[in-house]
């Protein structure tokens, strides 16, 4: 069964990290670009990174450049998205999908999200 298992998400203050994990089974993530996405309350999800399969290229949203780091360990089958420097605005259900290709694919085998919430 091909799933992708998000994980890693909780409360932290403004200012901390978090590193999130997105573990895949039934699949081999090498031959996978991998997109982390976010969802807010009343808002509409959007991208927050991606991974391409080939040569680890890596593509941010312009809010969170600077602050989160995309990374893949294919020996694990996990991609990681560390979160530093969080904020208010970062509060969401994290989800990873997979796809041929960052820029012109389209993501499937959606997890089930992770929630992060950042408050004081």
């Known amino acids: 069964q091909v799933q992708l298992v998000e994980s890693g998400g909780g409360l932290v203050q403004p200012g901390g990290s978090l590193r999130l994990s997105c573990a895949a089974s039934?699949?081999?993530?090498?031959?996978?670009?991998i997109g982390w996405f976010r969802q807010a309350p009343g808002k509409e999800r959007e991208g927050v990174s991606c991974?391409?399969?080939?040569?680890?290229?890596?593509v941010y949203a312009e809010s969170v450049t600077g602050r989160f780091t995309i990374s893949r360990d294919n020996a694990k089958n996990t991609v990681y998205l560390q979160m530093n420097s969080l904020k208010a605005e970062d509060t969401a259900v994290y989800y990873c999908a997979k796809s041929t290709t960052c820029d012109r694919g389209v993501f499937g085998s959606w997890g089930q999200g992770t929630q992060v919430t950042v408050s004081s």
């Open positions: 039934g699949f081999s993530l090498d031959y996978y670009a």
């Open positions: 991974i391409s399969s080939s040569d680890s290229n890596t």
